[in-house]
């Protein structure tokens, strides 16, 4: 329910991100990193410290 003083919104009317107005995000130029592959990526082992 509105608050006292509050407009009610009309349903039929587009409010929050329901616009037809898209995004315009630069094209990420970054190559994905690669996915750890076999037991590495399954087993529980921890990560040795970096040398």
Same mark, same amino acid.
């Given at each position: 329910?509105?608050?006292?003083?509050?407009r009610?919104? /009309?349903p039929?009317?587009?409010h929050?991100? %329901?616009?037809n107005?898209k995004? $315009?995000?630069?094209? /990420?130029t970054?190559e994905?990193?690669? %996915?750890?592959?076999?037991?590495a990526k399954?087993? $529980?082992?921890?990560?040795?410290p970096?040398?």
């Amino acid at each position: 329910m509105a608050k006292a003083g509050m407009r009610r919104p /009309n349903p039929e009317e587009p409010h929050g991100t %329901e616009s037809n107005h898209k995004n $315009k995000f630069p094209k /990420n130029t970054v190559e994905p990193v690669p %996915e750890i592959q076999g037991k590495a990526k399954t087993g $529980k082992k921890k990560a040795g410290p970096i040398e």
